[in-house]
């Protein structure tokens, strides 16, 4: 029996990467916008394709992501260690977290450390377990910790699975592996404790107006957009926008934009099409030497560095 991928079922694939936009490409399911909080990033992805659903174990890196899933599918996320909390639409999680998110919801993480956590994919979505309704964006919900404890044990369990088992046996043992992933799943949000920090994830208001922000960000690739032009653009106060990015990236607006802008310069000179001078100035760096200093700090080498190494110099 075989994914839509072509792989056998019950044959957990390991990938690890060390290029954000290998990273970046190998995501399925989802829109995904990175930005790395580290010069270079070591991470791992584990996936287990399963009929109906797939499991993904991520070793993550510091960075910002945005992402949205796509439409008709379910996803259910959970760390599985422990560590610096991941701020999860504007909050930082607490260790007995869960988020849910259907139909093209959106999410977004900043991660100081790297974490390990486990995202179940269930496609076409679940509608008819009487979980909670994600809405435009994921939601986040604390549940006990022993719920939590039986869900990350259950994974863990999963995907142990070795060696695959035969054809025969696969056609059994997927469907009754994502039955008892429905069943932990199912204790999870049965013991769902309220909160007050959960109910401020979960509001609507705050991340409309970041993703709003990242919009017009996302559709401004090759000329600066500074803090002025996204308040005029979305009839709000620069101190608006600043407490939204401040929320929800944990850094002030003018931070913000600034690591963009770098990311987008360096994104420009590894393809080598530009000189240093231009890519800097089309993202609104004038004074070189600060940026070039900025850029080293950030990467560990020169824009001509990254250029010469585009250009095979």
Known sequence: ???????????????????????????????????????????????????????????????ITDGQFAPDCTVVAFTMDEGMPIRFNGVDEVPSAIVIGSNGAAYTTVERVGREYASIVFTPQVDDRG????????????????????????????????????????????????????????????????SKWAARANTLRQFKIFQDIRAILADSIG???????????????????????LQYSGMSLHRYLRLRRLWLVR?????????????????GFWHFGDFSQSYRTLFGETPSETLARARGG
């Open 131 to 194: 979980w909670p309704d994600s809405g435009p964006n994921f939601r986040i919900f604390e549940t006990s910790p022993w719920a939590y404890g039986w869900l990350q044990a259950l994974v863990r369990e999963i995907m142990s699975v070795s060696p695959p088992a035969p054809d025969a046996e696969q056609h059994q043992i997927g469907p009754a592996i994502r039955e008892s992933l429905f069943s932990g799943i199912d204790a999870a949000f049965a013991d769902v404790i309220p």
């Open 1 to 63: 029996m075989k994914s839509n991928s072509g792989q056998p079922l019950l044959a957990p694939q390991v990938f690890r990467f060390s290029d954000v936009d290998e990273f970046r490409s190998s995501v399925r399911n989802l829109n995904v916008d990175f930005t790395p909080l580290v010069r270079t990033i070591s991470a791992e992805q584990i996936i287990l394709n399963l009929p109906g659903c797939s499991i993904n174990l991520v070793k993550s890196f510091p960075r």
């Open 223 to 245: 000329h600066p957009i500074y803090s002025s032009d996204l308040a005029k653009q979305l009839g709000l106060s620069v101190r608006t926008i600043h407490d939204a990015v």
């Open 267 to 283: 994104q420009q000179l590894r393809a080598g099409t530009q000189s240093v001078k231009a890519a800097a100035l089309a993202f």
